[in-house]
């Protein structure tokens, strides 16, 4: 019988169609997905990919086209008639209550006879997470949390519910490449026991290594189909970007910047600081020195004090001395953020939606929300003609793809939408950018576009500081990295000297020497 079963298709998707305003965002889809296939969905940034799988998932309804579940018609009107058939989905943006504990999230996706069980789903979810290496507390409330661990629970809650179809788009953007190992090992005894799985991210080598099939999309329309371990990585993201750009393999700039003997422009000196939240982390004797022209990186696995250290530098948190931050040699450990704004400090936080963008808000005033001191005010009202020209700016310079300076936030595709918060932050030339997860999310071209901005921020004179949980970035970028490890930073080592084996053991937890 299984021979027989293996001859229907788990999933087909016939001409779907799906446009906003004119513009198609999928336009005669069709795909095919076998049972136990790991199928790859590629694409750069505003592709279509997202649409076409929240589609399969029931969120949003195509204008035309069909979709089969083995072999039969279905109409997928909602996520709960999609997880009724046996599809799971992560969602590259969480879709969690944050008031509520992981274990009250989790309960909330499980068939009615197991949601109110609570102590048997906590101890569910401490057994697959100390199964599958995603640590995580089943008794932290979520807004606790930070964005990697929140993709921990998205990837649990799949993994506490048994589907015949999981879609997972970017669920390795914030784990570290042990964890990426071993989830990928867990999503091959999956397949092996006849799950398909749909898997959707811009980290290519990771497409060659796990997926035997692959449909790449490109403005809406499928374009090719291949076995990506049959590809290169530069032959996939030449059918994804549609021309020979300089993706340089995802992930080589070339030689490595010398570490400059510039004046310092951000220096953090001996910050401790105890987390007001219970499940938090503090600081302890945090010192680190950013020089004029040069890109410094933290690395860590989440949920180390990358939150809670970022809050402290960005200013949303108030140190307890005012020269345990200095900003050349102004001490700004008291200064709220307006303030440390106002005096060259720039910030591109964790999370896009809801924290650098506000998603019902255009881009013009989304551009305005930190970019008021260029010249957009006066007598405390908007200079319009001001402000259009200089969100056309931002756009221009980072190719960002919209439909118009009125169009919502929400609208843009989250690759998009990152290199406008980056643009954002950059036309403002701060003479400190703090950047944190700079690429979570994003595809080749957008992520080389960002890449090479900070980089010609560090030419010019400025100085970077960036936070990430993905250690392939800040080796491709920084002159030195650090590790973050339960609230202590280890010694900086300059590029030329790293080893990646010592700081994959330093983000492990192993003692910095």
Same mark, same amino acid.
């Given at each position: 019988?299984?021979?027989?079963?293996?001859?229907?298709?788990?999933?087909?998707?016939?001409?779907?169609?799906?446009?906003?305003?004119?513009?198609?965002?999928?336009?005669?889809?069709?795909?095919?997905?076998?049972?136990?296939?790991?199928?790859?969905?590629?694409?750069?940034?505003?592709?279509?990919?997202?649409?076409?799988?929240?589609?399969?998932?029931?969120?949003?309804?195509?204008?035309?086209?069909?979709?089969?579940?083995?072999?039969?018609?279905? *109409?997928?009107?909602?996520?709960?008639?999609?997880?009724?058939?046996?599809?799971?989905?992560?969602?590259?943006?969480?879709?969690?209550?944050?008031?509520?504990?992981?274990?009250?999230?989790?309960?909330?996706?499980?068939?009615?006879?197991?949601?109110?069980?609570?102590?048997?789903?906590?101890?569910?979810?401490?057994?697959?997470?100390?199964?599958?290496?995603? $640590?995580?507390?089943?008794?932290?409330?979520?807004?606790? @949390?930070?964005?990697?661990?929140?993709?921990?629970?998205?990837?649990?809650?799949?993994?506490?519910?048994?589907?015949?179809?999981?879609?997972?788009?970017?669920?390795?953007?914030?784990?570290?490449?042990?964890?990426?190992?071993? @989830?990928?090992?867990?999503?091959?005894?999956?397949?092996?026991?006849?799950?398909?799985?749909?898997?959707?991210?811009?980290?290519?080598?990771?497409?060659?290594?796990?997926?035997?099939?692959?449909?790449?999309?490109?403005?809406? &329309?499928?374009?090719?189909?291949?076995?990506?371990?049959?590809?290169?990585? *530069?032959?996939?993201?030449?059918?994804?970007?549609?021309?020979?750009?300089?993706?340089?393999?995802?992930?080589?700039?070339?030689?490595?910047?010398?570490?400059?003997?510039?004046?310092?422009?951000?220096?953090?000196?001996?910050?401790? @600081?105890?987390?007001?939240?219970?499940?938090?982390?503090?600081?302890?004797?945090?010192?680190?020195?950013?020089?004029?022209?040069?890109?410094?990186?933290?690395?860590?696995?989440?949920?180390?004090?990358?939150?809670?250290?970022?809050?402290?530098?960005?200013? &949303?948190?108030?140190?307890?001395?005012?020269?345990?931050?200095?900003?050349?040699?102004?001490?700004?450990?008291?200064?709220?953020?307006?303030?440390?704004?106002?005096?060259?400090?720039?910030?591109?936080?964790?999370?896009?939606?809801?924290?650098?963008?506000?998603?019902?808000?255009?881009?013009?005033?989304?551009?305005?929300?930190?970019?008021?001191?260029?010249?957009?005010?006066?007598?405390?009202?908007?200079?319009?003609?001001?402000?259009?020209?200089?969100?056309?700016?931002?756009?221009?310079?980072?190719?960002?793809?919209?439909?118009?300076?009125?169009?919502?936030?929400?609208?843009?595709?989250?690759?998009?939408?990152?290199?406008?918060?980056?643009?954002?932050?950059?036309?403002?030339?701060?003479?400190?950018?703090?950047?944190?997860?700079?690429?979570?999310?994003?595809?080749?071209?957008?992520?080389?576009?960002?890449?090479?901005?900070?980089?010609?921020?560090?030419?010019?004179?400025?100085?970077?500081?960036?936070?990430?949980?993905?250690? $392939?970035?800040?080796?491709?970028?920084?002159?030195?990295?650090?590790?973050?490890?339960?609230?202590?930073?280890?010694?900086?080592?300059?590029?030329?000297?790293?080893?990646?084996?010592?700081?994959?053991?330093?983000?492990?937890?192993?003692?910095?020497?």
């Amino acid at each position: 019988m299984q021979g027989l079963n293996d001859l229907i298709p788990r999933l087909q998707v016939r001409n779907i169609t799906k446009s906003y305003s004119g513009f198609f965002a999928n336009n005669q889809v069709n795909l095919t997905i076998q049972p136990g296939e790991i199928h790859a969905l590629l694409g750069e940034n505003g592709a279509g990919k997202s649409t076409l799988m929240k589609i399969i998932y029931g969120v949003v309804r195509p204008e035309s086209g069909e979709i089969f579940w083995e072999g039969k018609r279905v *109409d997928i009107t909602n996520p709960a008639k999609a997880r009724s058939l046996g599809i799971g989905m992560v969602f590259q943006h969480f879709c969690l209550f944050e008031t509520l504990t992981v274990t009250e999230n989790i309960a909330l996706a499980l068939p009615a006879s197991e949601q109110w069980n609570l102590g048997q789903v906590n101890r569910k979810i401490r057994v697959l997470s100390q199964e599958y290496a995603l $640590d995580i507390n089943p008794d932290s409330p979520v807004y606790t @949390l930070s964005v990697g661990e929140k993709q921990r629970v998205e990837i649990i809650r799949c993994l506490c519910v048994a589907t015949k179809l999981l879609i997972l788009d970017e669920p390795t953007a914030v784990l570290t490449p042990q964890e990426t190992e071993k @989830l990928f090992l867990t999503l091959q005894q999956i397949a092996a026991g006849g799950c398909s799985i749909l898997f959707s991210s811009h980290k290519l080598q990771e497409v060659r290594s796990l997926c035997t099939h692959a449909t790449i999309l490109r403005n809406g &329309e499928v374009i090719a189909e291949c076995n990506p371990q049959a590809e290169t990585i *530069d032959s996939l993201a030449r059918m994804m970007i549609g021309e020979d750009e300089g993706h340089g393999g995802q992930g080589e700039y070339g030689k490595y910047h010398t570490p400059p003997t510039s004046p310092i422009c951000f220096q953090v000196r001996d910050l401790c @600081l105890e987390s007001k939240h219970p499940l938090g982390i503090s600081l302890q004797h945090i010192n680190l020195e950013v020089r004029s022209g040069e890109i410094v990186g933290i690395a860590g696995v989440a949920g180390n004090g990358q939150r809670e250290l970022l809050a402290v530098l960005s200013g &949303e948190v108030i140190c307890p001395k005012a020269d345990m931050i200095m900003l050349g040699e102004i001490p700004i450990g008291d200064c709220d953020v307006p303030q440390r704004r106002r005096l060259g400090l720039a910030y591109i936080p964790e999370e896009r939606l809801g924290v650098a963008i506000v998603p019902n808000m255009n881009l013009l005033e989304n551009a305005l929300l930190t970019g008021y001191s260029q010249g957009l005010l006066r007598n405390g009202m908007i200079r319009q003609r001001k402000l259009k020209a200089w969100t056309r700016r931002i756009c221009d310079a980072f190719n960002v793809k919209q439909v118009g300076l009125n169009s919502l936030a929400a609208n843009l595709s989250g690759g998009n939408l990152q290199k406008f918060i980056v643009g954002r932050e950059i036309q403002q030339n701060p003479t400190i950018l703090i950047a944190a997860h700079p690429s979570w999310g994003v595809d080749v071209n957008a992520t080389v576009t960002i890449h090479q901005a900070f980089m010609e921020m560090r030419n010019m004179g400025a100085g970077v500081l960036v936070v990430s949980e993905d250690l $392939d970035e800040l080796l491709t970028l920084c002159d030195r990295i650090g590790v973050i490890y339960k609230g202590q930073l280890s010694p900086f080592i300059p590029i030329a000297d790293i080893s990646r084996e010592k700081i994959g053991r330093w983000m492990g937890g192993v003692s910095f020497v």
